[in-house]
């Protein structure tokens, strides 16, 4: 699998998020591990691709060592991308304080995937220290979160008068021009997933 996605460039991921091997005892040889695997790309061509060639190089592998491998594909979500115009406000926002910028891909199924579908939507992320996110051990400064929030405040509510530095009506926000379905932020992640029923030596 580290194969296959190193294949696809810097943007693929893929996963064994779950191993449930079976009796399960420090010294037995198992007799069957069950387990879950995961890929993300934000191009969805690249996810179908894999969906198409890994089952069956998955039950060569298996049956190369002796084993055979039963896959069920559990789901299968396509990229989402953001508003351009949600992420444009964003960007000048944080121009206009002085902050500096990267945008990203983002693998994660946030709440805004699904807003997206609906509404123009964007994201903004802040700064994690030492870049871990997800994780008991994340952390974020005040002063970070308070950043983040003014890129929004600053560039989405913008007075009747043109003023985006002060509050009154919502204006300014471009059409939806999301779209179809999908997944993921930014520019977003397509996501496939298999679980394996079981592997039998």
Not at 32 to 39: D, L, M
Not at 157 to 166: F, L
Request: with cysteine; aromatic share 6%; proline share 6%.
């Amino acid at each position: 699998m580290d194969a296959l996605m190193r294949e696809r460039g810097e943007d693929g991921r893929g996963t064994v998020g779950q191993l449930h091997v079976l009796p399960n005892s420090r010294n037995v040889v198992p007799g069957e591990v069950r387990f879950s695997i995961e890929f993300r790309h934000p191009d969805d061509v690249q996810i179908e691709g894999l969906a198409a060639t890994f089952p069956a190089e998955a039950k060569a592998l298996a049956e190369a060592n002796g084993c055979t491998l039963d896959l069920t594909e559990l789901f299968r979500i396509r990229m989402q991308p953001f508003d351009a115009g949600c992420v444009d406000l964003v960007r000048q926002g944080a121009a206009r304080l002085g902050y500096s910028t990267r945008e990203i891909v983002s693998g994660a199924g946030h709440d805004a995937v699904y807003v997206a579908r609906s509404v123009p939507t964007a994201m903004i992320f802040t700064p994690c220290k030492d870049g871990l996110s997800h994780n008991e051990a994340e952390s974020i400064l005040p002063e970070e979160a308070a950043a983040g929030c003014r890129c929004c405040s600053r560039r989405w509510w913008r007075a009747p008068t043109g003023r985006s530095d002060q509050p009154g009506a919502l204006n300014g926000l471009p059409r939806n021009r999301s779209a179809g379905h999908g997944w993921r932020s930014g520019s977003a992640s397509g996501r496939a997933r298999a679980q394996s029923r079981p592997c039998h030596s």
